[in-house]
């Protein structure tokens, strides 16, 4: 079960840590792992936390939690957050689909994915998949691509579906 927005829960911009967080009334606020440079929203920003985002945010708890059997709160209270503010507040990002193994599949993905570089593979999650391509929030700790770079958790990728497989069975959480 994850905690229940509140009428006091509010997202602001942060200037001092420079990140989108969200307030939670008397809770320590929690820090997005988002930068002002990667937001549609500039300094000053505040916003309540609203009916649709309390929607979806119950709708993407209600997927992983089915996905994820067994998921610890503070972990899936983390991924929905992240992906509520991705969805929200992220600027649209470029395709890095050339980054990625094309996957023999059929295109009937589940909302959890795998993606595989050249090197390793992560979990993501599906929160937009149109015309052909998904953009993923990665959910592994890092993806490492070649010439010694990786993409971190929570880093939002774009890439052709055909990139991507369903992750499903007992040892998806193993890679979170």
């Known amino acids: 079960m994850i905690r229940t927005p509140q009428i006091d829960w509010c997202w602001q911009l942060n200037s001092q840590l420079g990140k989108l967080v969200l307030e939670m009334g008397e809770e ?3 820090v997005t792992a988002y930068p002002t440079k990667k937001l549609t929203i500039s300094d000053g920003f505040q916003e309540a936390f609203n009916l649709e985002q309390t929607e979806c945010y119950h709708q993407l708890a209600d997927v992983l939690s089915h996905s ?3 998921i610890p709160e503070p972990v899936l209270f983390h991924i929905v957050t992240h992906a509520l503010a991705a969805k929200s507040y992220h600027k649209t990002i470029a395709n890095k689909s050339w980054l990625f193994k094309t ?3 059929d295109l009937h993905l589940s909302p959890l994915v795998y993606v595989q570089t050249e090197i390793n593979q992560a979990l993501g999650l599906i929160l937009d998949n149109d015309n052909g391509f998904a953009t993923v929030l990665l959910l592994s700790e890092s993806l490492k691509l ?3 770079k990786s993409f971190e958790r929570y880093t939002l990728i774009k890439t052709n579906v055909n990139t991507l497989c369903s ?3 007992e040892d998806v959480l193993r890679f979170l």
């Open 28 to 30: 320590s606020p929690f």
């Open 68 to 70: 994820l059997k067994g």
């Open 103 to 105: 996957i023999d599949t």
């Open 146 to 148: 070649p010439d010694q």
């Open 167 to 169: 992750a499903v069975g």
